[in-house]
């Protein structure tokens, strides 16, 4: 199934019902109504000129015209590149230039950003005039999204994702998570992201509401779930512990929700998140690139406190690798590859990055990664895209970026910096480090810490060894500029 059968069937089974509340925007609409709204924003974008196989960006706070425009974009044959509204010039002006996108779909707010790197704006509120479209036959294997995810040694890569990989996603969670006919999905994360995107096409499959917050508040969180009625919700990275750390509200279980699906949960934490709150809590493990690859069950109470990362779906293997102890997966959903890259499937495999081990119950367990990158909470930082900004800076002769670990971030970024000659190691150049690096990336990326050093020890092939940085042993505070 495509996407777009997948929107006309929960058009005809649930036209009249509530798919997207925005409460934020105190705006609402059925299923009916997303598909002609979408309908006539396609219309407009083909009268811009956007053609089947054209890269078209979006770049939107959370919004309806988000999930709209997705749609849209679909309906022409185009293909959308999602735009995480926190990039600065030096994010966009890589992401435009390297998917090609021929426009971007964006409010008034980003456009003079996006025409600073030469982009085209399409003003999203000059989107919808039209009459409405006759969608282009898609096929399931049909390109849908470049989806761009920070990579593990260089800079952000598209994943490729296609119309069936998202119905896949879709169905798979549909069935783990049991949906109910008056569940109400909410969400608190960037629509950039993957989640409210496979959100959104859950609650077709279902012909239920997802309910799409601002951003991710800790303190207005649950008053949210209780507002909206909210039964299901998906969280990641620090948020659990963020939510934990809340002053106990005597309010904590007067809700709906019956199932907090989350990666990443603490398993010293986790019976006490159940308890507190009255519902129950369950891992999903999964990437950009290969989608849901495990999931706890509901039903499945042995897991709780035990950091086990459930069973693949239907159609999916996971194992770990005896040598390296590396996690892979294969089969659906799984991304095509990358944009502008090789093949990444040579032995059949997607290679995660991730480490992994098994218990004596043929549980998977996370045990750390492979990857060069830092995971700042929910937030996937390369370390190539960050060191290659910082080398720019005048004073900066080498650079390199590792994760330093936080008990509320989890990892925070930290830079070791060899200096030019005449430059002083001191804070104003730390800060003024900092500065350069805030002007070109999201804020997120920007090094938390900066150490400077006289000089690297470099590998046969000239790069940074950088396991002689990380020294668990040492307090990677000390000796550092705090650059926040």
Known sequence: MTVLELLQRGVAQYGGREFLRFPAESRSLTFAEA???????????ID??????????????????????????????????????RYRAADLDFVLTDSGASGVITSRSYASLVEETGGTVWPVDTLGDADRATAVTAR??????????SGTTGFPKACILTHEYWTDNAQVIADGVGLRANDVMSIAQAFSYLD???????????????????????????????????TLTYVLGTMPLLLYKQPPDPL???????????????????????????ALWRELYGSTESGLDLMVPAADTASVGTGALGQPPPGK????????????????????????????FGDGWYHTGDLGVVDEHGNIHHAGRLKDMVRRGGENISC?????????????LSAALVP?????????????????????????????????????????????????????????????????????????????????
């Open 196 to 230: 409210p995107q496979w959100a959104t096409l859950m609650c077709l499959v279902g012909g239920i509401p997802v309910v799409v917050l601002p951003r991710f508040s800790a303190s207005g969180f649950w008053k949210s779930v209780r507002e909206e009625g909210a």
């Open 252 to 278: 904590d279980r007067d809700h709906r929700m019956r199932l907090v699906l989350c990666s990443g949960i603490q398993p010293d934490l986790h019976q006490a998140l159940e308890d507190r709150w009255g």
């Open 35 to 45: 598909d002609e709204r979408s309908d006539r924003m396609a219309q407009s974008l």
């Open 384 to 396: 190539a895209e960050v060191e290659r900004v910082l080398t720019q800076h005048p004073a900066v």
């Open 404 to 484: 330093i670990p936080d008990d509320l971030w989890g990892e925070l970024p930290k830079a070791f910096i060899q200096l030019q000659p005449g430059h002083q190691p001191i804070k104003d150049t730390a800060l003024s480090i900092a500065d350069h690096a805030r002007n070109r990336l999201a804020k997120f990326k920007v090094p938390e810490y900066i150490e400077f050093v006289d000089g690297f020890s470099l590998t046969p092939s000239a790069r940074i060894e950088k396991h002689q940085l990380l020294q668990p042993e040492r307090d990677q505070r000390a000796n550092s500029w705090r650059t926040t």
């Open 140 to 149: 399931p294997s049909d390109i849908a999204n470049f989806q761009y995810t």
């Open 48 to 85: 811009r000129g956007v053609r089947p196989g054209d890269r078209v960006a979006v770049m939107l706070d959370n919004v309806p015209e988000w999930p709209l425009s997705w749609f849209a974009i679909l309906k022409t044959g185009a293909i959308i590149v999602p735009i995480n509204v």
């Open 317 to 344: 293997e996971v194992k770990v690798l005896p040598d390296t102890g590396e996690i892979v997966v294969r089969g659906r959903p799984m991304m095509k590859g990358y944009w502008n890259y090789p093949d990444v």
